[in-house]
């Protein structure tokens, strides 16, 4: 589609003018659906700025808040950071932590060497004095003998049984140290959790100063125009409660981190989109050694205690001392048994400890496994809610953008209200979309933390997130909405039977009658289900030249509030269409040509028509809008109906173009699908309607 501005001289700029301009930014903040669900997330200021009206804001130049869009514009870029650096939040941990593990590991090494180096070797020394009676005198006489012994203990409390106990403690020390491993990889990614909050909450920071700094000139004008008597107290507060808030959160935020940041010129990139590859994750568990070498120290270790020596044996040099005869060395041996051993028992019981062992190890890799895919679940449902707000937060990036090419194209007729509007929406999507981030980032480390092993660039998958929507997808449908029908049915039940009828496209009436708040509700959720929202704006008597003024402005506002609207000003309703049809249609298409020029590039515009116009009514409208919707009414035999859309088609590219069947032709839902289908199947026109949602709920049974 062509560009949709046009050159305007320039004229001169006066402070009642900007006044009244920004006057009319705040009551639009307060009343349009873009602003009040741009408003969800909001920052603070001082209590000061709140009470103090500084004559250099409330007089700010034009051109000064012109300057500050501007930067907040382009300190807003979409672009992400790099792979690597996105990596580093997650990878990059420092955790100044002294590991116990390791300390005891340092024992245990200790305790093997110093076990190690023990040979078994005793020294024993024995004495005794006394009298003894003589053999054969049976006289008292005086005696005394003794020994000293150099023994080595060889089993039970000697060498091999030292060498054992030294093997186990070198077992403890590697088990000790690898659990010290593992430690530190948990500690690791809850150090990473901490890290992530420090840099989201610098990074939110700067979005709300810069919103502080966008609000704070908005809100001394608005008070001003209080007391000028140009509004009212209640449009006052609007602004207040966003400045009392943006204090409030900035103040938060300055309480957890270190982060003090005012606005920067700079971008602020966002972290890059990462989704988890499972199947890496699953491999790296398999594959993770060190869980296998805990499983095998463990088996040894009670290999070890199974193998507790219950034998003593001693060998021994003795030098005897004895009074009454020679002094005498001697060799020998000392052995001892236990009299009851089961072995077998003892096997057996040492069969079981083992094959407990193996049933833990294993049982601890398919939990691992299952936690961390019942983890990587929130993984999805985030990256489903990062990419959706992407493109939230692309459409006000890119309507922003609109706004201030139109300034540099013509600086008389830009239109600084409605840009410091999309200024404010970009910040609140742009916070929004860090909010997403951070929480898609927190699940990411909830699934290595639950497979219990470190984070894996190689498992990690970049998401490349389109810079536009596709919105041009085959087999659309479509259902219109009018203000008494919306009004009258909970958000919950329009959103439940638009899912059940496969319905992604909505017509909603725009006028005054709406309900404002459920309607931008009603936006919210049903973007967060992949639902178009188009607002549905017209008026016969805008086709009349001198109404396309105020019939651009009123489209040009709806259009901001969900990015599409469909124009429906059906000019042969009017009495005058019998004699003036020419005229009529002529002011139609200098209508949407004017409307063409007027909207954003990322802005849908769509018409509705009926079938009876002249053809070359319908070629011309062909490459000014984004589709035409054929209003096929009055006829439910599809038949009747090929007759005359086949005509009407031809002039129009294919793919932009939209069947609207109208419920109340039908006796039925069966006989409206049987229509809808023949018709698809017959003009290879995939996209189709229903008008309206009061009478399709009617043939369903579904009112």
């Known amino acids: 589609m062509a560009g949709r501005f046009t050159m305007v001289e320039r004229g001169p700029i006066r402070i009642l003018d900007l006044l009244k301009i920004l006057l009319a930014s705040v009551l639009l903040s307060a009343t349009s659906p873009a602003f009040g669900q741009a408003g969800a997330a909001d920052s603070g200021l001082s209590s000061q700025a709140v009470t103090d009206t500084p004559k250099a804001v409330t007089e700010a130049p034009k051109e000064q808040l ?40 340092d024992a245990y090494r200790k305790a093997s060497e110093r076990l190690d180096s023990d040979p078994g070797l005793r020294f024993g020394a024995f004495y005794s004095a006394g009298q003894q009676v003589g053999a054969a005198s049976n006289e008292p006489a005086v005696g005394q003998d003794g020994y000293v012994e150099l023994a080595w203990d060889t089993l039970r409390g000697g060498y091999l049984d030292s060498q054992d106990q030294a093997e186990a403690a070198a077992l403890r020390a590697k088990r000790a140290r690898l659990q010290g491993l593992i430690a530190d990889r948990r500690r690791e990614l809850k150090c990473a959790r901490h890290q992530l909050s420090d840099h989201f909450a610098s990074l939110r920071s700067k979005l709300l100063t810069l919103k502080k700094e966008l609000m704070e000139p908005a809100y001394q004008i608005e008070r001003r125009a209080y007391f ?114 089961h072995q077998s028992e003892r096997d057996e019981e040492l069969d079981l400890w083992l094959n407990s062992i193996d049933a833990d190890h294993e049982m601890q890799d398919w939990e691992r496994v299952t936690q961390a895919r019942s983890a990587y679940l929130e993984v999805s449902d985030q990256l489903d809610q990062v990419i959706q707000q992407h493109y939230r937060y692309s459409r006000a990036y890119e309507r922003t953008r609109r706004s201030i090419a139109e300034h540099d194209l013509s600086t008389a007729n830009a239109d600084l209200p409605l840009a410091i509007t999309r200024a404010r929406s970009l910040l609140d999507a742009a916070t929004e979309m860090a909010e997403a981030k951070e929480s898609l980032y927190r699940n990411i480390l909830k699934v290595f933390t639950a497979a219990d092993i ?39 039940l329009l959103l439940a039977f638009l899912e059940a009828k496969g319905i992604n496209r909505v017509a909603v009436s725009g006028g005054k009658d709406i309900a404002p708040m459920k309607f931008q509700r009603f936006i919210r959720k049903a973007e967060n289900s992949g639902i178009l929202i188009s607002v549905i704006k017209g008026d016969p008597r805008w086709a009349l030249r001198d109404r396309h003024e105020s019939a651009v402005s009123q489209i040009r506002r709806a259009a901001d509030a969900t990015g599409s609207v469909h124009v429906d000003v059906e000019p042969h309703t009017l009495d005058r269409f019998d004699t003036q049809s020419e005229q ?6 200098g209508l949407i040509n004017r409307l063409n020029s007027k909207l954003e590039m990322d802005q849908r515009l769509t018409v509705a028509v009926p079938m009876h116009w002249p053809l070359e009514v319908y070629e011309k409208l062909s490459y000014k809008v984004d589709a035409t919707y054929i209003m096929a009414y009055g006829e439910p035999r599809a038949k009747h109906l090929l007759k005359r859309l086949k005509p009407i088609i031809a002039r129009l590219p294919r793919d932009r173009v939209r069947l609207i069947l109208r419920a109340s032709d039908f006796s039925d839902e069966w006989q409206l699908e049987q229509t809808l289908q023949t018709l698809q199947k017959r003009t290879s026109v995939d996209a189709v309607g229903v008008h309206d949602l009061a009478d399709y709920m009617k043939l369903s049974g579904d009112e």
Not at 322 to 332: F, I
Not at 458 to 465: G, M, T, Y
Not at 584 to 589: E, I, K, V
Request: glycine letters at 4%; proline letters at 5%.
């Open 66 to 105: 012109w300057a500050l869009v501007d930067r907040i514009f382009r300190a807003l870029s979409p672009e992400q950071r790099s792979r690597s650096a996105s990596l580093s939040l997650l990878t990059d941990v420092k955790c100044d932590v002294t590991s116990p593990e390791f300390l005891r590991a």
């Open 228 to 341: 000028k008597g140009w509004s009212h107290l209640d449009d006052l507060m609007v602004s207040e409660s966003d400045l009392v808030r943006l204090r409030e959160q900035l103040s938060q935020l300055h309480g957890k981190t270190s982060a003090r940041a005012s606005a920067l010129e700079k971008p602020l990139p966002g972290p890059a989109v990462f989704d988890v590859d499972m199947q890496a994750v699953a491999a790296r568990i398999e594959a993770d050694q060190r869980d296998n070498d805990i499983a095998r120290i463990e088996r040894n270790l009670r290999r070890l205690d199974h193998n507790e020596r219950q034998k003593r044996l001693s060998f021994f040099v003795r030098q005897n001392i004895d009074e009454n005869n020679d002094t005498s060395v001697s060799l020998g041996a000392r052995f001892s048994m236990p009299l009851f051993t």
């Open 454 to 492: 470190a984070v894996l660039p190689s498992a990690l998958k970049s998401v490349s997130l389109p810079d536009r929507d596709n919105r041009r997808r085959p087999g659309q449908r479509q259902v219109y909405v009018w203000s008494e029908t919306f009004n009258a049915h909970p958000n919950r």
């Open 584 to 589: 009529l249609l002529d002011g139609y298409l």
